[in-house]
């Protein structure tokens, strides 16, 4: 275990469908981010929340929405999605301000769009 | 510009053989490279972590070497096990000065241990 949980495991969601993922940190980090993984390319950073204010990528499409309430929880409020946002999403968080600092990584949640 | 590389994109070796994946870089200004593993459906778990002035550290069976000038990293995988099988990422942060955490990932390496 990272110290970072993220629930649920797996999503098969419709494309009218309104769902949410949630990640939480037990670590004390200040930081924390959303990243989506497609199969066989790399990591791409969606969100990231710094000492509770959001910086955002703005390629992500609007219908991706982040919620960070507080520096342990951060959520990821998915809306009317398309078939090719199916991917793994996976959450980190890191004490950014530490020089080198590392990131640690959630599990994950498999989201399948039908 | 600021992208990581990584070869070969797949890997099958026998278990007991070693085997080394390679990582090159033209991320700038560099801060740190890292190796992750990531097994399948899974979140990546730090490996190693090398700053500017370190060129090799290991962690048990898994050595990373680090050549800043040439932008090249390595890793190696000694006496491999059923269990390495899983996908080996680099990591390499650039140091700004409002985001010490801007990771550019490479696309991994898939090794595949086979008894």
């Known amino acids: 275990e990272t110290g970072v949980t993220q629930t649920p495991r797996h999503l098969v969601m419709g494309m009218t469908n309104k769902k949410s993922l949630k990640c939480e940190q037990h670590?004390?980090?200040?930081?924390m981010y959303w990243y989506k993984q497609s199969a066989k390319k790399p990591l791409e950073l969606m969100f990231v929340?710094?000492?509770?204010?959001?910086?955002e990528n703005n390629s992500v499409p609007s219908r991706f929405s982040p919620e960070c309430p507080n520096s342990s929880h951060l959520f990821l409020h998915l809306h009317t999605l398309q078939p090719e946002d199916s991917a793994l999403y996976l959450c980190?968080?890191?004490?950014?301000?530490?020089?080198?600092?590392?990131?640690?990584f959630g599990q994950g949640t498999r989201l399948t769009v039908v | 510009k600021n992208q990581v590389e990584q070869s070969p994109q797949s890997l099958i070796i026998l278990e007991g053989k070693n085997c080394t994946l390679q990582?090159?870089?033209?991320?700038?200004?560099?801060?740190?490279l890292r190796w992750y593993k990531q097994d399948t459906g899974r979140g990546p778990v730090s490996l190693t972590i090398?700053?500017?002035?370190?060129n090799t550290k290991s962690n048990g069976r898994y050595t990373a070497t680090l050549d800043a000038d040439t932008k090249q990293s390595s890793l190696h995988i000694t006496a491999s096990q059923l269990s390495d099988s899983a996908s080996y990422i680099c990591?390499?942060?650039?140091?700004?000065?409002?985001?010490?955490?801007?990771?550019?990932f490479g696309a991994g390496t898939r090794l595949t241990v086979k008894p």
């Open positions: 980190a968080s890191s004490q950014e301000k530490r020089v080198n600092t590392e990131a640690f």
């Open positions: 670590l004390g980090h200040n930081a």
């Open positions: 929340y710094s000492l509770e204010e959001r910086v």
């Open positions: 990582c090159n870089y033209t991320v700038s200004p560099f801060s740190n």
């Open positions: 090398m700053t500017f002035s370190e």
């Open positions: 990591v390499v942060g650039r140091t700004l000065p409002y985001n010490n955490n801007d990771m550019r």
